[in-house]
């Protein structure tokens, strides 16, 4: 499942969670979060994409993130998420990269 956010991470993701919380419970597991349209990120939003993964990884899913933006590449890499959420350049190099589990569709 492919899930885009754009805007301030501390304000403009209410529905992530739940969206999240929905997907898991009706049997998706391979979750790509596009920050394309996010400007920036800062301590706030990186709680925000642990908690994500957490809640993710306590549901049986895989969390990676879609970022072209490498500013927040590097953030990213400094907060050592990197090798977490294995953030790729853009969708299609993440849908070819991180594929789906057995028996779950694209």
């Not at 709680?47 to 969390?63: E, H, N, P």
């Amino acid at each position: 499942r492919t899930l885009a956010v754009g805007g301030d991470p501390d304000h403009d993701w209410p529905e992530l969670f739940a969206e999240t919380a929905r997907v898991l419970e009706s049997g998706g597991r391979r979750f790509i979060l596009d920050l394309d349209r996010v400007p920036w990120m800062n301590s706030r939003g990186l709680g925000r994409l642990v908690a994500l993964w957490k809640a993710i990884d306590d549901g049986g899913g895989r969390l990676t993130v879609v970022c072209g933006n490498e500013r927040i590449r590097n953030i990213l890499h400094i907060a050592q998420l990197d090798d977490v959420l294995r953030p790729w350049a853009s969708l299609p190099e993440a849908f070819r990269q991180f594929p789906a589990l057995p028996g779950e569709s694209r």
